[in-house]
């Protein structure tokens, strides 16, 4: 019998919980957890959360200032995927088993006026609702969101979560997702493994983003969002 576990905290929800936090900065402890709400599908129809997420209208960034590096945490680089708004860097090992992409895009048109936390928030519940969505698209899918937290992570504030993934016929593939927002800029780290824990997938992103940061030339690249 397949079992389908989704846990949602739809964006308004992220955005009252950063209310009481947009000013005292969040310690990186693993004992912050996001408290989360257990919905199941006939839940989602009748709220219409299933139709939550939407494109996010970019504003034209200067993304091209990045730069790639050749590798990241022991991946090697992989391609690059561009638009007017967006870069998505793809790294993997050498047998495939272990892949992660990082992805730069803009604020969209009139987040610039909102507090990063909440910024941040907004972003991270768009991208937490497209996996949500996969997952309810088809019964023999499911998605288990293990842990979300909102921290400060070196002075930016960060969406961190820990989440499985399963289908059929495959071993479970455990994921982690960061989001940070720094210049004006989002950098989405977006990771998966069959052999990996959650864990480790989450302390490889953080690695990757100081790796990131390290390897820019971009003014103020390693200073906080203020």
């Not at 960060?158 to 455990?174: F, G, L, T, Y």
């Amino acid at each position: 019998m397949n079992v389908k576990a989704c846990y949602l905290l739809p964006a308004f929800t992220l955005m009252l919980l950063l209310a009481g936090c947009a000013g005292k900065p969040v310690e990186e402890t693993p004992d912050t957890p996001l408290n989360v709400q257990k919905l199941d599908k006939a839940s989602l129809k009748a709220t219409g959360s299933e139709n939550q997420a939407r494109a996010l209208p970019d504003r034209q960034a200067q993304l091209g200032l990045y730069q790639a590096p050749k590798t990241l945490a022991g991946l090697q680089f992989d391609g690059e995927i561009s638009s007017a708004h967006a870069r998505t860097l793809r790294y993997r090992d050498p047998d495939g088993k272990e892949q992660l992409s990082l992805t730069l895009s803009g604020l969209p048109t009139g987040w610039d006026t909102m507090k990063p936390e909440r910024a941040v928030a907004g972003y991270y519940s768009e991208l937490r609702q497209r996996r949500v969505d996969k997952a309810l698209s088809d019964s023999a899918n499911a998605l288990s969101i293990i842990s979300e937290r909102l921290v400060d992570l070196e002075g930016n504030p960060s969406a961190q979560s820990q989440m499985r993934w399963i289908e059929p016929n495959r071993p479970i593939q455990n994921q982690a997702l960061l989001v940070t927002l720094i210049n004006d800029d989002f950098i989405r780290i977006s990771n998966a493994s069959y052999r990996q824990k959650t864990v480790w997938l989450l302390q490889q992103a953080k690695r990757v983003l100081a790796e990131f940061k390290a390897a820019q030339s971009v003014p103020e690249i390693g200073r906080a969002h203020v």
